[in-house]
């Protein structure tokens, strides 16, 4: 296995990246959160270094939302993440198993 950071790796800093600021944190006040240097944490942010789901939990506890909402949403086949507002994965991770179904199958017909 590759310890160099691959395109989920990648997508992961991104996505790290776009949660910090729509939840308005500085990329200061969030390293010092979480036990690490600014420095480090931009090389996650920027898909320098690959970032475990130990050092994603910690980003989730400091940000105080869940682990699964740093998880980026979806890849498209070349492996870059979709323009995907986070305010609406939030809204979707809210729904019930059910609701979910449902949105799905309408954004399939729309499609």
């Not at 740093?70 to 609406?88: A, H, K, N, Q």
């Amino acid at each position: 296995m590759s310890k160099k950071p691959n395109k989920i790796d990648k997508a992961c800093g991104s996505w790290l990246e776009r949660i910090r600021r729509y939840k308005g944190v500085s990329r200061d006040d969030m390293a010092d959160g979480i036990g690490i240097s600014p420095q480090q944490l931009q090389k996650y942010e920027k898909g320098h270094d690959r970032i475990t789901i130990g050092r994603l939990d910690d980003a989730a506890k400091f940000l105080k939302c869940n682990l699964l909402d740093l998880i980026p949403p979806t890849l498209d086949d070349e492996g870059f993440m979709e323009s995907i507002d986070p305010r609406v994965v939030k809204l979707y991770n809210a729904l019930t198993k059910t609701k979910r179904s449902i949105v799905r199958d309408i954004m399939r017909k729309l499609a």
